[in-house]
């Protein structure tokens, strides 16, 4: 299933794009993720890591593609634990999502930005992650 999200808030499109580019920051906007161990400090093809979610969630990824400068970036993310245990090899397949982010410029007279998400997957795990995702987006562009 493919799902398309779209955001527009008050914060201006540099510093939403610094807030994707620093996985450091990930959990300042993203409340469902409790914390990230990224292979590079910044964002680039090929970082992967771990992100962790609350209630022993934890997902891998892989960034597939990122370009600073047209503030795009895709990676793919597989579930591996869920409640501090190990999923076995089904759960984890039936898990995986695809994610292609963008930010832009809002047209906005105070010159917020727009972001926009798209979300591939098994149906059932778009359902439920794409309001936590819209949650997220919501606060990523906000001003802080």
């Known amino acids: 299933m493919r799902r398309e999200l779209a955001v527009t808030g008050a914060a201006p499109p540099p510093l939403v794009w610094e ?3 620093d996985p450091s920051l990930w959990p300042t906007w993203s409340p469902q993720i409790a914390s990230v161990s990224p292979s590079t400090p910044r964002l680039r093809t090929g970082t992967a ?17 990122v370009d600073d400068r047209a503030r795009r970036w895709t990676w793919r993310v597989q579930p591996t634990h869920a409640l501090g245990l190990p999923l076995p090899g089904a759960l984890r397949r039936l898990g995986r999502l ?3 982010h963008g930010v832009s410029l809002s ?3 105070d010159g917020g930005s727009t972001t926009t998400l798209v979300l591939e997957g ?6 439920a992650y794409a309001p936590l995702a ?4 919501r606060r990523l562009v906000a001003r802080p």
Not at 122 to 127: E, F, G, I, L, S
Not at 134 to 137: E, I, N, S, V
């Open 107 to 109: 047209g906005r007279v």
């Open 19 to 21: 807030r994707y580019a």
């Open 134 to 137: 819209a949650l997220a987006l």
């Open 98 to 100: 695809r994610l292609e």
């Open 49 to 65: 890591g771990v992100v962790r979610g609350h209630g022993g969630l934890r997902l891998s990824f892989t960034a597939e593609d």
């Open 122 to 127: 098994w149906a059932p795990v778009v359902v």
